[in-house]
């Protein structure tokens, strides 16, 4: 996914939205002497809502520009923030507003020993793609000063919030406002186990529609109270959009429970389950009935053609070019893997679609030892650039795939409901919207395609996996392999009943028949854990399934009663239409 606007212009974070900003701000500033940081403010939303909340708390508009530290690397932006302060304050001068990288500053403070009561931000969402190498050095070093160890997939907004920890008193709070992968990347893992030792608690608050009209960004808001060595837990609250939360007040979610943090790298998404889930998940995770997946399947992702327009071919491709001996069968989507099973019959049918259903297999040759019919093809392509994507032009000679095999079993990428492994009877295989499985030690692949459909591996995989703002969760290789799957009495299984009832969509009665075999009588879990497990599954899935249905109603007409957020939903339309002309 692209960032919203490019790094160069729009530093500043997103527009945050008032009823945000007005609630971080209520939540974090608790006196009228509270020193506060806004590290990238943007045209100054967050930064009035800060000021507006200090003046509530009874400081005087002449004591602003001594307790509001604000940064913002644009001078547009800057300037606007501080007339925004103004116009809503009437404080007496111009607020100094700090021009310049955040990181450059955070060193400095750092260096000069400087900390404030509070913290409240949006950090600009910059891919790690787009990370100014001069900023990226600067904001690593500070994470290494922590104690962590970033690398080249980190994305901007990590280290921010790790310097404003380091910039923050014992016993102030932060307020920030942060993407979802937060609670799921791997490369936010360190930052978990960071945020986990430094506050004595946090407070995670989501939404089930995305709150950034025309942005496929999940968010957070994040609440912290920085006590190292004193932990109270986390808590999760999940709110139905912004306007839950303008009389959302902070005594609403003080009295709510805070549940034990696992003072580890694990993914966060498990905190949205209650604690009798969580209890459960935590012992099954360590019982040693269990094993995990990669002793079985060895999990690699699909072939990376780097041009699926050139390499992926229709039948009458295939006939027209000339080319039938050198392609093979492929599964090129995952829709055509509706049961457990993926048979030659299934492929036909694909074929019988007018669907890619060929993959191009052409040898590592000279372009002068190709068959003529390849000449041919390999000329047209490059006729047409296809050559010059980054994929093909890194591979000699491009037009030859490397790492091409027929795997025992496909596993889905990209899960809606549902992750499941499907027996490839076709010999078939898949370009990387698809990842290929390899059978390990002897297990039968009918045995463990059939075994890895129950509850608690269903349940494992929605915390286990990552989830994005359309809905959609993903399971990477290495997650894949370590998902839990229960093999004892897997050989009771039909495997050909299973697939008959995937493909009516009869998810719930295969269920039925897994868990009572593989759970119930194979692991001896009690009917109550059973029921748990299948509650924990539905309500993760749901709980994403649910948000990007939300994410297809269009947000701007929440907003139509608001002129001054209509005017920035089309700003923010604005710079993603310039950013996307200029990428």
């Known amino acids: ?34 020193r506060v940081l806004e590290p990238s403010c943007g045209d100054g939303s967050l930064l009035t809502a800060a000021a507006q909340r200090l003046l509530e708390c009874g400081a005087t508009p002449a004591a602003l520009p001594h307790l509001l530290y604000a940064v913002e690397i644009d001078p547009t932006e800057a300037r606007k923030a501080a007339q925004q302060v103004q116009d809503a304050t009437q404080v007496p001068e111009d607020l100094p507003i700090q021009v310049g990288d955040f ?39 500070i994470m290494q000063q922590a104690g962590l160890h970033p690398t080249r997939l980190t994305n901007s907004w990590v280290p921010f919030l790790v310097a404003t920890t380091m910039l923050l008193n014992s016993g102030g709070r932060i307020a920030m406002v942060i993407p979802a992968e937060l609670l799921q990347v791997n490369y936010a893992a360190e930052l978990r186990l960071f945020l986990s030792r430094q506050y004595s608690y946090l407070t995670l608050i989501t939404f089930r529609t995305l709150i950034f009209a025309g942005i496929q960004q999940e968010v957070v808001l994040l609440l912290g109270e920085k006590r190292p060595g004193e932990h109270s837990g986390i808590r999760t609250i999940e709110l139905n959009g912004l306007h839950d939360l303008v009389d959302y007040r902070a005594a609403a979610f003080t009295a709510s429970d805070l549940k034990a943090m696992d003072h580890s790298k694990e993914k966060w998404t498990m905190y949205f ?23 079985a399947i060895d999990v690699d992702v699909g072939i990376v053609t780097g041009l699926n327009q050139f390499f992926v071919l229709t039948a009458q491709q295939v006939k027209d070019t000339g080319l039938a001996a050198y392609t093979l069968p492929l599964v090129g989507r995952s829709t055509h893997l509706q049961g457990i099973v993926f048979s030659a019959d299934d492929w036909q049918r694909s074929v019988e679609k007018a669907a890619g259903a060929f993959l191009l297999n052409l ?51 990209q899960v809606h409901s549902y992750p499941k492994l499907i027996l490839n009877q076709a010999g078939a295989t898949c370009t990387d919207t698809i990842h290929r499985v390899r059978l390990c030690n002897g297990v039968a692949a009918a045995t463990v395609t059939a075994a890895f459909l129950n509850s608690l591996t269903f349940a494992f995989a929605e915390v286990m996996g990552r989830s994005y703002g359309g809905g959609v969760l993903e399971l990477e290789p290495n997650e894949a392999e370590q998902l839990p799957i229960p093999l004892t009495g897997a050989d009771q299984l039909d495997p050909a009943e299973l697939d008959r009832l995937l ?6 009665t295969v269920l039925d028949i897994t868990d009572t075999i593989l759970l119930r009588q194979g692991l001896g879990l009690s009917a109550g854990d059973g ?28 907003y139509s009663q608001d002129p001054l957020l209509a005017r920035q939903l089309r700003l923010i339309a604005e710079r993603q239409r310039e950013y996307d002309r200029s990428a």
């Not at 392509?381 to 890194?394: D, L, T, W």
């Not at 994403?544 to 007409?557: F, G, L, T, Y």
């Open 1 to 34: 996914m692209k960032p919203a606007v490019s790094a160069q212009k729009l530093r500043g974070g997103y527009y945050t939205p008032e009823p945000v900003a007005g609630f971080l701000a209520r939540w974090a500033i608790r006196s009228a002497t509270d």
């Open 103 to 141: 990181f450059a500053h955070c060193t400095t403070l750092l260096a000069a020993g400087a900390a404030f009561d509070t913290v409240i931000g949006n950090p600009p969402f910059i891919r790690y793609q787009d990370f100014a190498e001069e900023q990226r050095l600067l904001a690593f070093g």
């Open 273 to 295: 389950l209650d604690k009798a889930e969580l209890e459960l998940l935590r012992r099954l995770r360590t019982d040693l009935r269990l094993t995990t997946a990669k002793p």
């Open 363 to 413: 040898p590592a040759v000279p372009f002068d030892q190709l068959p003529a019919a390849a000449q041919v093809y390999v000329k047209q392509g490059e006729a047409q650039g296809m050559h010059q994507g980054y994929k093909c032009r890194i591979r000699d000679p491009w037009y030859h795939l490397p790492s091409i095999w027929q795997p025992a079993a496909f596993m889905l990428r």
């Open 503 to 508: 493909r009516l969509g009869d998810i719930y």
């Open 531 to 558: 029921q748990r497990l299948r509650a924990i599954w539905q309500k993760l899935r749901d709980r994403r399934v649910n948000r990007k249905a939300a994410a297809k109603r269009p947000i701007q007409a929440a």
